[in-house]
Structure formats: structure tokens, C-alpha cells
T-cell receptor, first 113, second 114 residues
Framework: SQQGEEDPQALSIQEGENATMNCSYK?????LQWYRQNSGRGLVHLIL?????REKHSGRLRVTLDTSKKSSSLLITASRAADTASYFC?????????????FGTGTSLTVIP | NAGVTQTPKFQVLKTGQSMTLQCAQD?????MSWYRQDPGMGLRLIHY???????DQGEVPNGYNVSRSTTEDFPLRLLSAAPSQTSVYFC?????????????FGEGSWLTVV
């Protein structure tokens, strides 16, 4: 499987704390993206980091990418109860039959008010 | 601008029945795909298409058929439903992967096969 894996599978923190989740993948990639999924809803795009970038910020989000280790991390600072959701990394890479997107298994984040 | 629209939202099928999950996008995206999401398994790619008339298999294609006769529509067909196909299905679209384009998702279709 080309699927990536997020770590941890589940994370529970207090409001105001930082949340860090990690993603590992298996093949060389063009880009890596992070998505958020609220319970019972579709996924929503958060941030993209290209393979030639090492760090990117967007508001309270900070993403790092280490292509040598085939891993990425997503940091959410000063978490809020509304950040409670599942977070997925997605990679796009050139497979045998063309470019494809693959998603990781997700991290379920619970922020306790 | 509706984005990605999936229908139906909920469906219960009996084993052996067939059905089609509809997906339409109005963003003129080349790339469309179907994923299934199961607890603890993340999203797994079923089939994808890089343009009208072009489809290919993802990770878990068995039991599913697709076609792409127009840019807008990408239906997923279950030919003979099995309980193992009970899942949440998401359709997604994007400009062509590899260029850092965002993937847009539908709201999901909850399918139960009894």
C-alpha cells in the first residue's frame, strides 16, 4: 500500500496546549498536504508543503517536512475546542499509472475545554 | 458554486443488489477520485480519473466500477453489493495532482450493506 501513517492515532489535550501529529509516507512525493475532517463531514484542506520546502506556517498551523526521513509533522498552537477533529496527511506522487493522491490513516484530536 | 456534490447521502442495500453513487463537480477539474473510509483505516483510494474517458484503479478497486464520460461526473457503481462494502464513500476532485493543488471533497455517502 502507498498509504501513509499518522502518529499518534489519537491525541487528547487541554485547550490552550499545543498539538503535534506526525505523518510518515513510503515513496518520493511532489507535495504533502494536511486535511481536517470534522465528525460526519468531508475533508477540508488546511495547508500544503512542497517537496522542496522544509517548513511552512499558516495562522496557528506549522508544518515541517523531512524528505530524507519521509515524514512530516503538523503543529497546532494554542489549541481550541473547535480544533477537535481528525487530521490526515495526503501525498501526491507519480505512480505507475500517473499522479495519484494517497491519504494517511489519520490522527483523532480531542481538545478538552 | 456547488463544489463536489455526492448523492445519495445515506443508502441501505441488500447483499447482491447493485447501485450507483453519483458525484459531480462544477470546478472543471481534471482529476476525480473515489475513496472509502473505514474506522482506523483512513481513506483508501478506490478508482480515479485524470480526465474524461480515462479511469484507473486505486488501492481497493475490487467490486467497484467507474466511468468518466464527462469532465463533471464520476459515478461509482457497486455491481453486487457485499457486507464488506459497508463504508463511508467520498468523492473528490482536483486540478491535476503533482502541482500542489487542493483536493475538494464531497460530504460523503454512508452505505450499509445488509
Amino acid at each position: 500500500s502507498q498509504q501513509g501513517e499518522e502518529d499518534p492515532q489519537a491525541l487528547s489535550i487541554q485547550e490552550g496546549e499545543n498539538a503535534t501529529m506526525n505523518c510518515s509516507y513510503k515513496t518520493s512525493i511532489n507535495n504533502l498536504q494536511w486535511y481536517r475532517q470534522n465528525s460526519g463531514r468531508g475533508l477540508v484542506h488546511l495547508i500544503l508543503i512542497r517537496s522542496n520546502e522544509r517548513e511552512k506556517h499558516s495562522g496557528r498551523l506549522r508544518v515541517t517536512l523531512d524528505t530524507s526521513k519521509k515524514s512530516s509533522s503538523l503543529l497546532i498552537t494554542a489549541s481550541r475546542a473547535a480544533d477537535t477533529a481528525s487530521y490526515f496527511c495526503a501525498t501526491d506522487f507519480k505512480g505507475d499509472t500517473g499522479n495519484q493522491f494517497y491519504f494517511g490513516t489519520g490522527t483523532s484530536l480531542t481538545v478538552i475545554p | 458554486n456547488a463544489g463536489v456534490t455526492q448523492t445519495p447521502k445515506f443508502q441501505v442495500l441488500k447483499t447482491g443488489q447493485s447501485m450507483t453513487l453519483q458525484c459531480a463537480q462544477d470546478m472543471n477539474h481534471e482529476y476525480m477520485s473515489w475513496y472509502r473510509q473505514d474506522p482506523g483505516m483512513g481513506l483508501r483510494l478506490i478508482h480515479y480519473s485524470v480526465g474524461a474517458g480515462i479511469t484507473d484503479q486505486g488501492e481497493v478497486p475490487n467490486g467497484y466500477n467507474v466511468s468518466r464520460s464527462t469532465t463533471e461526473d464520476f459515478p461509482l457503481r457497486l455491481l453486487s453489493a457485499a457486507p464488506s462494502q459497508t463504508s463511508v464513500y467520498f468523492c473528490a476532485s482536483s486540478p491535476y495532482p503533482g502541482s500542489g493543488n487542493t483536493i475538494y471533497f464531497g460530504e460523503g455517502s454512508w452505505l450499509t450493506v445488509v
